[in-house]
Nanobody, 124 residues
Framework: QVQLVESGGGLVQAGASLRLSCTASGRAFTAYAIGWFRQAPGKERERLARINWSGSKTDYADSVKGRFTISRDNAKNTVYLQMNVLKPEDTADYYC?????????????????WGQGTQVTVST
């Protein structure tokens, strides 16, 4: 198993940037691909980005493409989500999750392990 802890959320103004971190412990970090998700009140959970085990493959939701960047540092067991030009509609709880589909062979990877989330609030 792997345990995930998110950090880096907070309250920012529209147009600002934030970097979220997802730090893992437990089983070998490179056994997993990692995804970032968010869920706003009253809305369904949305997958934002994924990164494969080595960091060589990423994909993004259209809603964040060009503004958000996912990356990973396997030496630190950490995945990052750099969020730029934040908008009020980005306000949500943000979660990272791990999948054993480490190469992201499937478009619909099943994420088995989840962090507790970190809150992001973007004000106007």
């Amino acid at each position: 198993q792997v345990q995930l802890v998110e950090s880096g959320g907070g309250l920012v103004q529209a147009g600002a940037s934030l970097r979220l971190s997802c730090t893992a412990s437990g089983r070998a970090f490179t056994a997993y691909a990692i995804g970032w998700f968010r869920q706003a009140p009253g809305k369904e959970r949305e997958r934002l980005a994924r990164i494969n085990w080595s960091g060589s493959k990423t994909d993004y939701a259209d809603s964040v493409k060009g503004r958000f960047t996912i990356s990973r540092d396997n030496a630190k067991n950490t995945v990052y989500l750099q969020m730029n030009v934040l908008k009020p509609e980005d306000t949500a709880d943000y979660y990272c999750a791990a999948t054993t589909d480490r190469t992201l062979a499937s478009l619909r990877s099943h994420f088995d392990y989840w962090g507790q989330g970190t809150q992001v609030t973007v004000s106007t």
